[in-house]
């Protein structure tokens, strides 16, 4: 058995995000959607908030669950018997990171592979970061993310639309 982790902030999930879910989703045969309790992060969303907007996203899909973890993700790996890692890769920028993330990942586990999703096309150019921006000043968020969350962003910035 297959299970596979995609870890990742997710503040907030995106539809780049969801993409990546969808497709792994169909090559393992488990996939954990792990989102990361970095408290060095200021996150916009908790982690509360945000475990539970991937749960109502991922909800119908029969073998994808949502958890969190803190610390190092070989550790929570270990834990939750899952031996490969799930990213995506966007842009060349991504590459040398997402690299050296994986080699150090397989050193401390040899047993751990990790396995890239290229983005489709025309989320490219999207991330979280981008997100947030864009809410921040009042931005049309419907390309970017879930329509169910669009209200939920700009509540964070005091904007109603
Ligand atoms: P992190 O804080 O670990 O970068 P993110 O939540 O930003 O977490 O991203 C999680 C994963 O999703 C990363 O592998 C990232 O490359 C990937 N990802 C983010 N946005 C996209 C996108 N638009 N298309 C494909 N993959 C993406």
Known sequence: MKRAIYPGSFDPLTLGHMDI?????????????????????????SLDERVSMIKEMTDSMPNVTVSSFDGLLVDYMKEIQATIIVRGLRAVTDFEYELQIAQTNHVENPDVETIFLTTSLQYSYLSSTIVKEFASYGGDLTKFVPARFIDRIYEKYHISK
């Open 21 to 45: 879910i969808e497709r792994s989703s169909r090559i393992v045969d488990e996939l954990v959607v792990g989102v990361l309790n970095n408290s060095a992060k200021n996150s916009l969303f």
